[in-house]
T-cell receptor
C-alpha cells in the first residue's frame, strides 16, 4: 500500500489566494482526518470524516476553511482567502474502524502564505 | 475536553542510554493511548499503543506503561540509537468520540553519538 498520499508537498502562495490541499487515504479506511501542525499550537485536529461524511468540524479555524470528501478515496481542504497566519504543515490521516484505532498520517503539505 | 500534557519538551541522551517520556491525561474515560514518532519532514508514525486494560506493553526496545489511577503513561526507549532521534507525541482518546485523538505537545529526543 502506498499509504496516505498528500499533494502538493509544498505550497507557496500570496495572501488572498485560494489554496487547495489534497489527500488520498488508504484504501478501505473509513475515517479521514485533517490536522494542522505549528510550533505554537502543535497538532490540531481541523475536521474528520467517517464514510465520507463530516462528523466534527469544530477545529476549523474560521469560514475561510472548508473541507470535502466526495468519495472514499479523495478529500480536499480549501482555504479561501489565504492569510499569512495559515502558514503551517497540514496533515491528512486515515484510520480503519475495528482495528487498533491507529492513524496513518501522510507526509504533509507545507503551506507558506506570503 | 481532553487535555494531554507531555514532558519533557526536549531530551538529550547518550547513545546506548535509556530515554523516558511522560504524559498525563485529564479524561478518566480515556481508554486508548498511542505514541507517535515524527522524523524531520515526515508525518507522525504510530510506534506503539496501549489500552486501558493493560498496564504495560513492550515491542523490542520500546515499552509503554500506563497508570490509570494516576492518569499517566510513559514511553521507554532502551539502548537508544541515533535513528531514534525524532519528535515523539503521546495521545489519548477523547471520550466524546472514540475516533478523536488528543495529542501531547511533543518531545524532541536527540540521541548523541
Amino acid at each position: 500500500d502506498a499509504g496516505v498520499i498528500q499533494s502538493p508537498r509544498h505550497e507557496v502562495t500570496e495572501m488572498g489566494q485560494e489554496v487547495t490541499l489534497r489527500c488520498k487515504p488508504i484504501s478501505g479506511h473509513d475515517y479521514l482526518f485533517w490536522y494542522r501542525q505549528t510550533m505554537m499550537r502543535g497538532l490540531e485536529l481541523l475536521i474528520y470524516f467517517n464514510n465520507n461524511v463530516p462528523i466534527d468540524d469544530s477545529g476549523m479555524p474560521e469560514d475561510r476553511f472548508s473541507a470535502k470528501m466526495p468519495n472514499a478515496s479523495f478529500s480536499t481542504l480549501k482555504i479561501q482567502p489565504s492569510e499569512p497566519r495559515d502558514s503551517a504543515v497540514y496533515f491528512c490521516a486515515s484510520s480503519f474502524r475495528g482495528k487498533d484505532y491507529g492513524y496513518t498520517f501522510g507526509s504533509g503539505t507545507r503551506l507558506t502564505v506570503v | 475536553g481532553e487535555n494531554v500534557e507531555q514532558h519533557p519538551s526536549t531530551l538529550s541522551v547518550q547513545e546506548g542510554d535509556s530515554a523516558v517520556i511522560k504524559c498525563t491525561y485529564s479524561d478518566s474515560a480515556s481508554n486508548y493511548f498511542p505514541w507517535y514518532k515524527q522524523e524531520l519532514g515526515k508525518g507522525p508514525q504510530l510506534i506503539i499503543d496501549i489500552r486501558s486494560n493493560v498496564g504495560e506493553k513492550k515491542d523490542q526496545r520500546i515499552a509503554v506503561t500506563l497508570n490509570k489511577t494516576a492518569k499517566h503513561f510513559s514511553l521507554h526507549i532502551t539502548e537508544t540509537q541515533p535513528e531514534d532521534s525524532a519528535v515523539y507525541f503521546c495521545a489519548a482518546t477523547f471520550s466524546g468520540s472514540a475516533r478523536q485523538l488528543t495529542f501531547g505537545s511533543g518531545t524532541q529526543l536527540t540521541v548523541l553519538p
